[in-house]
Structure formats: C-alpha cells, structure tokens
C-alpha cells in the first residue's frame, strides 16, 4: 500500500469508528470489522463483528461479516479438519468441525450438513447425536417449529440410549418435554437427573415448576400448539422462566405510515423498480412502485413466493425462511424477513447485489 493509500485507509477507518460512536448500525459495525481485518487488526475486527451480531442479532450483514472475519481467524483448523474427514473420517473430527461451525461461527447450515453427513457413516456416535439435538432444541427455542422439537428429542433420546450417564443431554430432554407441558415426561427425567447428581439444586427448582398436570395429550398435540401459538404454552411459563427461555413474541405492528415512508426511500434509488412489505402470514402491508410495474400483481407474486420459500425450507429441514434473493432475466428480486414482517426489493438486473441488500438490511433495522 502507498503512502496515499495508508492515509486513505486510515481515514475510512476514523471515518467509520465516528459514525458506529455516533449513529451505529449493523452496516456500519460491519464495515468497520471488515476495515480492521483488512489493516490487520485482527482483535478490534473480532470485537468490532461480534458487537454487530450482538447489538443486531437479525441482522444478515453483521453475522455474515462475523463468519467471514472468525473464520478466516481459523481457516487452518478448518481446512485440517475437511482434510482428515475427505481421506480419513473418524467421527471426531465431524464433531469437532461441526461444533466450531455452530458455536464459534455461527452457521447452523453448515454445521447440521456435517452431522448429517457424520450420521450417514457414524450411526452410532453419541457426540453428533447430541450435537444434532442440541442445535434443533437452539432452533425450536427460537423459532417454534414442530418438526424440530420432534427431531431434538429424537437424537437426544438416542444420545441417552447410546450413554445413560450423558447429563447434558438428559437436561436437554427434561427441558424439552417441561417446557412444552409434557410432566409425565419431563419427570423420567429429572428422575434420570437426580441419579446423576442427587444435590443439584436446579432439579429441585425445575421438578417444581413442572405444570402440576400435563397440557397435552401426547407430544404431537404439544408441539403443535408451541407452533401455532409461536412460543411455550402459559401453563409452562414458569419452567420457561427458570432457564431464561421467553414465547415468541409478536413484534408489535408497524405503524403503516411508517412502512409507507420506508417503502418510499427504498424506490428513490435508480437500480429500484419497487419496494413492498407484507407480513409472514400473507397480509398485504403495502408498496411503493416505478409506474412500469403493476403493484398489486407483484404484491401477490411475493406473497406466494414467500410462502413457497416457507414450506420449501421446512421441507428441506433448514428452519423458517429467513432471506433470499430470485434473479429473472430483467429483474432481480430480494426477501428478508424479520419477525413477523417481511420486505422485498424488485431491483435492475445489473444492479449491484449488496447495495440493494444494505439498503434492505436498513430498512429493516427501522423496525
């Protein structure tokens, strides 16, 4: 780098630190993040990304900065790691590669793609059928799916099968089954859990908070309504409480003035044929369109294409649509979702990708 260069990039950097003190965003945080790796700073950079992911946890383009910035931190154990699995596999090493992609950088994708796989050639391994309960008890917690829940109990009941003193995984279960209103259930657990470690005083707390009588049924009525109702049941609420687990809850509705404002923004760029917003159950919130577009019809389009992205995601066992992008040959279309709204950019094809994904990332931090 130039004398010039090394000033210039030093003013981008004070340029963006003023502007996260001042007005942070998860553009801005980002961006700076990326600015440190890139002069080396390699500390601030970490801090920096990971002050983004958790000051805007929905937001795509402070945890894909996150992912980028720690990986590249570890991309001589990772490719260690895929090495060993292509030519060697033990189940380990899957464990272990799929555990720093869960919880050191964050891809629940990836890392359930390498359990799966570990699975596929290692049956039997109580660590990746742990890890696979686990992240679907992570995921159910956050987004209330049923199949999840189903899932999480499945591979930890094996995890248990396959070594009855595994603790973690029996809480994990006792936690599942309480907290969607299973006591029966829930206490051949805590039962389990008392044989491991008869003074632990969190089972006492948690045998009490237990529902006197089962809400449900059998599981499938119980996961149901977690789903429906997109959070624990109430009468579970004070088992939900002792391990710091909240329901779902409904983002309060927008104001439509609001919306209409924002829509109206997104439309002013020159790369922008139409802004529009509809919330996750279909209802039509409104848009904002170039007069070359017909707005209703595309209303209707997004709606349908959402929701074909819904059941499409769940079908392939990845969680809830989250974010997407369509590309046709005079347009480009690009979904995000957070909490109950979605918004959609109908952009020019050779826009460029991430200014229209920053300006929706913006938009949607507005909320």
């Known amino acids: 780098m130039g004398l010039f260069g090394l000033f210039r990039g030093k003013s981008d950097i004070e340029r963006l630190e003023q502007e996260a003190a001042s007005n942070p965003s998860a553009a801005t945080l980002a961006a700076l993040a990326e600015r440190y790796q890139a002069e080396g700073n390699v500390t601030r950079a970490l801090e920096t990304a990971k002050r983004a992911?958790?000051?805007?946890?929905?937001?795509?383009?402070?945890?894909?900065?996150?992912?980028?910035?720690?990986?590249?931190?570890?991309?001589?154990?990772?490719?260690?790691?895929?090495?060993?699995?292509e030519h060697d596999p033990v189940p380990g090493d899957f464990e272990v590669l799929a555990n720093l992609f869960y919880h050191d950088l964050g891809n629940h994708d990836k890392a359930m793609d390498l359990i799966r796989r570990g699975l596929a050639s290692f049956p039997k391994s109580e660590g990746l059928h742990f890890?696979?309960?686990?992240?679907?008890?992570?995921?159910?917690?956050?987004?209330?799916?049923a199949r999840d829940g189903a899932k999480s109990i499945e591979h930890l009941t094996e995890a248990v099968r396959l070594n009855p003193q595994n603790y973690r995984a029996i809480l994990l279960l006792a936690r599942m089954y309480g907290e969607i209103g299973l006591t029966q259930q829930a206490r051949e657990q805590i039962a389990?859990?008392?044989?491991?470690a008869p003074n632990d005083e969190t089972v006492n707390a948690f045998e009490k908070a237990l529902p006197p009588e089962p809400l449900f049924g059998d599981l499938d009525d119980a996961l149901s309504a977690a789903e429906q109702g997109r959070g624990v049941p109430p009468g579970a609420s004070a088992v939900a409480a002792l391990f710091g687990v909240r329901s779902a809850v409904q983002r309060p509705a927008a104001d439509p003035t609001q919306i209409q404002a924002i829509l109206k923004s997104l439309v002013d760029p020159p790369w922008s044929l139409g802004a529009f917003a509809f919330s996750t159950e279909g209802q039509n919130l409104g848009f904002e369109v170039r007069p070359d577009l017909d707005g209703p019809a595309w209303q209707q389009a997004l709606i349908a294409i959402h929701r074909t992205a819904e059941v499409a995601s769940r079908r392939m066992d990845i969680g809830n649509f989250h974010t997407g992008?369509?590309?046709?040959?005079?347009?480009?279309?690009?979904?995000?979702?957070?909490?109950?709204?979605?918004?959609?950019?109908?952009?020019?094809?050779?826009?460029r990708a991430n200014e229209v994904e920053a300006a929706l990332s913006h938009a949607l931090e507005s909320f």
């Open 53 to 85: 992911v958790e000051s805007y946890p929905e937001s795509d383009r402070a945890r894909n900065a996150y992912q980028t910035i720690r990986r590249l931190q570890m991309q001589n154990r990772i490719v260690e790691l895929q090495r060993r699995i």
């Open 131 to 145: 890890l696979d309960g686990q992240i679907r008890f992570d995921r159910f917690h956050s987004e209330f799916i």
């Open 192 to 196: 389990a859990l008392r044989r491991l």
């Open 325 to 351: 992008t369509l590309d046709c040959p005079t347009r480009r279309i690009h979904m995000r979702e957070r909490g109950t709204l979605v918004m959609a950019l109908v952009a020019r094809s050779n826009s």
